[in-house]
């Protein structure tokens, strides 16, 4: 039988009734296939849990408490709500409780000491994982699957970049025996997604969505036949359909598709989900909970490639976009190793990059938040430049959106950008920047945060995505 890691995300185990349909899913699949379960966080937990670490480090005391009593309160009342029976129901509330007691623990001590370190919050932020997987096995066994869970941090080892960690691979292939031993047995792990520990056991989190994260990242130490990704839609889409209601699944997506569509604002998947699948070639299904039966989005190595060369549009707002230019850039070396080492002495993640073949000017594109801080520490680093007017100006464009085009070898199809451009001009779109890969995967599009509707409209309808024209 084919082992399959099933991950569901916090909409998807959100009450008790949803933990129930969960258990049916995996019920059912159990009949055909060997799962592995990977769960996020209840949905509106983690978001608890970080105002919990947040208020505790600023001394406000009565709304850390407050915090931790709704946590209580949506744990404790889900138990109830599954019915479990007396001794399950007793069981698994000494379980939450005690889980509760140690996070009201680190809180105390965070108010008292009035910091909050990156491995704190890490910890804090685990919890939600933690008291999910006790509850989502006991939902599975009251369905007569024979559940056990696992907190990942027995499982996948990562770097101490608390906030932001990343697998280590070869040192996380142990999983592979514990999960056998139990899948052996016909057992189900319910494993935690989002966390993993250092090689000192200390606790990490792969950053918020991380649990797509780890569910690839366990299929890869497993050797999973597949990796199902559940959650709210049914599938990937050609646009959102928040903004384009006419939008359509996409059957297959590669993996690099898949991945432009998640960096660039999809918010289907992880972006970094497709990494450790595409290691093993490990296919990734990306279905709907609510509709177990769609056949959602196939993710492969394979290239199906588009009729019209466009599989898909993404977007991202709230991003700034910062200018560096002066006539006296052009031709001299290391201009843009120092932009882009200011930025990255600063933690700063550039989105975007675009550069004027005269090398007058170099573009790049930051989340709104680091926007002034970039501007900053850029002025700051070419102070002498700008004193000689060898650069004249850092600029700074706020309110802005990327728009990507994304299909593999759009360059297979002549005229794939300037059937975008051509859209944008008629739907009087101003377009800011442009940046374009040689591979054509994928066309980037810097314009007014106000215009993204009417722009990713008119893609959608030029190619044709919705399988006709409006």
Same mark, same amino acid.
């Given at each position: 039988m084919n082992l399959i890691v099933m991950k569901f995300g916090g909409t998807s185990i959100g009450s008790a009734e949803?933990?129930? *349909?969960?258990?049916?899913?995996?019920?059912? %699949?159990?009949? *055909?296939? @060997?799962?592995?379960?990977?769960?996020?966080?209840?949905?509106?937990?983690?978001?608890?849990?970080?105002?919990?670490?947040?208020?505790?480090?600023?001394? +406000?005391?009565?709304?850390?408490?407050?915090?931790?009593?709704? =946590?209580?309160?949506?744990h404790l009342n889900t138990i109830s709500d599954l019915n479990l029976g007396d001794e399950t129901s007793v069981r698994l509330h000494e379980s939450i409780s005690g889980l509760l007691s140690e996070l009201g623990n680190l809180l105390d001590s965070i108010l008292v000491m009035g910091e909050l370190t990156g491995r704190a919050r890490d910890k804090i932020l685990s919890f939600g994982e933690r008291m999910s997987i006790q509850l989502v096995a006991s939902a599975l066994e009251a369905d007569g699957i024979q559940a056990k869970p696992i907190e990942a941090t027995k499982l996948i080892v990562t770097t101490d970049t608390f906030g932001d960690a990343r697998p280590i691979l070869e040192e996380s292939l142990t999983a592979k025996t514990k999960i056998n031993k139990l899948t052996s047995k016909n057992i189900v792990p319910v494993v935690t997604g989002f966390i993993g520990a250092t090689h000192d056991g200390i606790t990490t989190t792969l950053g918020r969505g991380g649990s797509d994260y780890s569910a690839t990242i366990l299929g890869n130490c497993i050797d999973a036949d597949e990796v199902w990704i559940y959650t709210d839609v049914d599938g990937a889409m050609t646009a959102d359909p928040r903004i384009i209601p006419e939008a359509k699944t996409i059957p297959e997506l590669s993996y690099a598709e898949a991945a432009e569509l998640s960096y660039f604002g999809a918010k289907v998947l992880h972006p970094l989900t497709m990494v450790p699948a595409s290691l093993?070639?490990?296919?990734?299904?990306?279905?709907?909970?609510?509709?177990?039966? /769609?056949?959602?989005?196939?993710?492969?190595?394979? @290239?199906?490639?588009? @009729?019209?060369?466009?599989?898909?549009?993404?977007?991202?707002?709230? =991003?700034?976009?910062?200018?560096?230019?002066?006539?006296?850039?052009?031709?001299?070396?290391?201009i843009a190793a120092k932009v882009f080492g200011?930025?990255? %002495?600063?933690?700063?993640?550039?989105? &975007?990059?675009?550069?004027?073949?005269? #090398?007058?000017?170099?573009?790049?594109?930051? +989340?709104?938040?680091?926007?002034?801080? %970039?501007?900053?520490?850029?002025?700051?680093? &070419?102070?002498?430049?700008?004193?000689? +007017? *060898?650069?004249?100006?850092?600029?700074? #464009? #706020?309110?802005?959106?990327?728009?990507?085009?994304?299909?593999?070898?759009?360059?297979?199809?002549?005229? /794939?950008?300037?059937?975008?451009?051509?859209?944008?001009?008629?739907?009087?779109?101003?377009?800011?920047?442009?940046?374009?890969?040689?591979?054509?995967?994928?066309?980037s599009l810097v314009v007014n945060q106000t215009d993204v509707p009417v722009a990713v409209q008119s893609i959608h309808n030029e190619f044709k995505l919705a399988g006709r024209e409006r």
């Open positions: 949803r933990m129930r *349909n969960v258990a049916k899913i995996v019920a059912d %699949a159990h009949k *055909n296939v @060997k799962p592995v379960v990977v769960v996020s966080a209840m949905s509106t937990v983690t978001d608890l849990l970080l105002s919990a670490a947040n208020n505790a480090s600023n001394g +406000r005391k009565s709304k850390t408490l407050r915090d931790l009593e709704r =946590l209580e309160t949506i093993k070639d490990i296919p990734i299904r990306v279905k709907n909970t609510f509709n177990p039966d /769609a056949p959602g989005t196939k993710i492969s190595n394979r @290239k199906n490639r588009a @009729k019209n060369g466009c599989k898909a549009i993404s977007s991202m707002n709230r =991003l700034s976009l910062i200018t560096v230019q002066g006539q006296g850039m052009t031709g001299v070396p290391g200011t930025i990255a %002495a600063q933690q700063i993640n550039v989105l &975007f990059i675009s550069q004027a073949s005269s #090398e007058y000017n170099i573009s790049l594109v930051v +989340r709104h938040d680091d926007g002034e801080k %970039a501007v900053r520490v850029l002025r700051e680093a &070419f102070e002498a430049e700008l004193a000689r +007017r *060898n650069i004249e100006s850092v600029k700074l #464009e #706020e309110n802005l959106a990327i728009i990507a085009v994304v299909g593999d070898n759009m360059q297979g199809h002549p005229g /794939a950008a300037g059937k975008t451009f051509s859209a944008l001009g008629n739907a009087g779109v101003n377009v800011v920047a442009i940046a374009q890969g040689s591979s054509e995967l994928n066309i």
